[in-house]
């Protein structure tokens, strides 16, 4: 059976569903549930199978899909988590453009199937720019709002930057190899070597929003809160994240790879940490701390572990989820995300629980999922430079620290609360909850002989680690607890204004890029515009000015001479008129009168020479010969 059907059942799906229009909640959350189901069950098979399938277009270009084991366990998570979110979304979301909201959900989901069973550069394109496409018209959702499309376009327009890069591989792997198969990654040498792997690591990080891409993330919370959750958790952020540890075996042999994509990952993971630290915004704060665990799947890559970056990735994508899922029923409940304002422990309590059991993943918890495979990225991170792993555990403090500061000032409880906040009703809760069943489930993993077990089927190993360097991140983990409740305790406006409202905001990053590219950009295209009218157009305008005097030459010569000679024509024609009228009548009446005439008076005297006398023919017979011998006589 061919493996396109994975990609291509909810892509189909999801089209149909967007073209419908609105219908009933129920009549949506049936169909998308039995749509992402199906692909949930073809996703199972294919893995357990081994399908794979081509579409030839031409001798030297054809499509191909096939399974590694870290695609194959990504390709059953993607439908798992759009399942669950595109459920609630059906039940949550607001009525007016829900089915169009639903169809492209469900459509995202199959645009990252493709990303997925994508076995050469160009299926993977194809997958790749379709669920940018989705991206920017789901954060564009609520578009009678002038910033959300907006929004939605600065997330495209930084995402489509990075995406500079995978064109420039794409082009270089068939220039050099005449295919785009992923197995000719591994073949290339020199330039193009590094242009494929580091056009594909660029693309990677601006699609997980990494350094310095990260700002788009915040953009793209103008998005509801179900696509917030879906973006992060399975499709678009994960990616990048996901490309990088199936081609790791085959990027990492071009120089300087691994160091380049640790860099970018330890960088954006303590950026992000520092961030969402400093965050007042709920929403935001999630979005920071994906900036941060993605980078950690970077370190992954970059060690030469991507089984453990794939093993975070699912992690995460499990208590991220349902994560801004709470957030969004929280931040809805109060009018705000601001997280000053809320505390709705009392109001939301089995809300409250669920996001209780997400955050211990987000913050490295130990029997949490989340917690094992950071430990992991410790590990992987140790067999590189001890200092390497200390700043993993760095950045594990500050996961800690953010996951404690949004899920007290979220569903802590206020004593004097008198507020009158509607719960959430089941449909909405049911989604969290199979999330957050997700995430108890990959608390096994730290069963070892399971752990082992999940690597091998996988096709790897998990890293060994000294119990040194465990206790060292249990106990940078405490401190990020305690520092999170002291700032709970003692700042619960942090980010709320002043310098950490500022720092709040990447650190000034999105600053940094306005006036390092965006007003460069903007002058030299001010610039390039001057150029254009004033020289370029110069001399178009020159012709055209010339063109207006030759006019007005031949207009003048028109007036003066050929309209001169016109004129004369007509009054010498009109002089012939009148002459004509005054001889013309007589003229030609007297030609064939006078002709008329002459004939009547040659007819009388031939007339004369009838005479009927035979004499006189005999006399006229004669006179002619001797007129015919005189002129014979007179020519010799």
Avoid at 456 to 479: E, Q, R, V, Y
Wanted: aromatic share 8%; glycine share 12%; proline share 4%.
């Amino acid at each position: 059976m061919t493996l396109w059907l994975l990609p291509l059942l909810p892509i189909c799906a999801g089209v149909i569903i967007a073209a419908m229009g609105d219908r009933p909640r129920a009549w949506l959350a049936t169909l998308a549930v039995a749509i992402l189901g199906a692909t949930l069950i073809l996703a199972l098979l294919a893995g357990a199978q081994g399908w794979s399938a081509t579409l030839v277009w031409s001798d030297t270009i054809q499509l191909s899909a096939a399974l590694t084991p870290i695609s194959a366990a990504i390709g059953v998570l993607v439908p798992a988590i759009a399942l669950a979110v595109t459920f609630h979304a059906a039940r949550h979301e607001h009525t007016q453009g829900i089915g169009r909201l639903i169809g492209l959900m469900i459509l995202f989901t199959g645009g990252m199937e493709l990303v997925v069973v994508a076995d050469d550069l160009l299926t993977l394109l194809i997958g790749w720019e379709l669920i940018g496409a989705c991206s920017w018209a789901l954060i564009a959702h609520k578009w009678r709002d002038i910033e959300n499309p907006r929004s939605g376009l600065y997330a495209f327009v930084m995402t489509r930057l990075g995406d500079l890069g995978l064109f420039a591989a794409v082009m270089a792997l068939f220039a050099a190899t005449g295919s785009f198969n992923f197995a000719g990654i591994a073949t290339l040498e020199g330039p193009l070597q590094w242009v494929v792997a580091y056009g594909i690591l660029i693309s990677a990080a601006s699609k997980a929003g990494q350094v310095p891409f990260s700002p788009w993330l915040f953009r793209a919370m103008a998005g509801p809160s179900s696509v917030s959750a879906l973006l992060h958790a399975a499709t678009l952020v994960a990616a990048g994240a996901y490309i990088l540890a199936r081609l790791q075996p085959s990027l990492a042999l071009a120089p300087g790879f691994g160091a380049t994509a640790i860099t970018i990952g330890l960088s954006t993971a303590l950026a992000g940490g520092i961030t969402g630290v400093l965050q007042n915004h709920a929403k935001r704060l999630l979005a920071a701390s994906t900036s941060a665990q993605l980078g950690f799947m970077f370190v992954a890559v970059g060690a030469g572990y991507p089984v453990v970056a794939a093993l975070h990735l699912i992690a995460h994508a499990t208590f991220k989820a349902p994560l801004f899922l709470s957030a969004g029923l929280a931040g809805e409940g109060v009018g705000t995300y601001r997280l000053d304002r809320m505390r709705l422990g009392k109001a939301m309590p089995l809300l409250g629980v669920l996001s209780a059991v997400a955050a211990m993943g987000l913050a490295g918890i130990p029997a949490t999922g989340g917690g094992w495979s950071k430990e992991e990225i410790v590990k992987a991170a140790e067999h590189i430079d001890v200092w390497l792993a200390l700043a993993v555990m760095l950045g594990g403090a500050l996961s800690a620290a953010y996951a404690t500061r949004f899920q007290l000032l979220v569903f802590g409880r206020c004593s004097e609360d008198e507020r009158e906040i509607a719960r959430p009703g089941w449909g909405e809760i049911l989604g969290i909850a199979a999330l957050v069943a997700m995430t108890l489930g990959l608390s096994l993993l730290w069963f070892s002989p399971l752990a082992k077990a999940a690597a091998a089927a996988l096709g790897s190993t998990l890293p060994h680690g000294s119990a040194l360097a465990l206790g060292l991140s249990l106990t940078f983990l405490a401190a990020g607890v305690a520092g999170g409740l002291y700032l709970v305790r003692h700042f619960p406006k942090l980010g709320a204004q002043g310098a950490s409202a500022s720092a709040s905001d990447w650190l000034g990053l999105p600053g940094l890029i306005d006036l390092a590219v965006v007003r460069p950009v903007d002058a030299l295209a001010r610039a390039a515009a001057w150029v254009d009218d004033h020289i370029l157009d110069a001399g178009p305008r020159g012709v055209a000015a010339l063109a207006r005097s030759g006019s007005a030459i031949i207009a003048a010569a028109d007036n003066q001479v050929v309209d001169q000679g016109i004129r004369r024509t007509a009054a010498f024609a009109d002089w012939l008129a009148r002459v004509s009228d005054r001889f013309g009548e007589a003229v030609s009446d007297g030609i064939p009168e006078g002709t008329a005439r002459l004939t009547g008076m040659i007819g009388r005297d031939l007339r004369r020479l009838q005479t009927g006398l035979s004499h006189h023919y005999y006399a006229y017979i004669i006179g002619g010969v001797f007129a015919v011998l005189a002129i014979l006589a007179a020519g010799a």
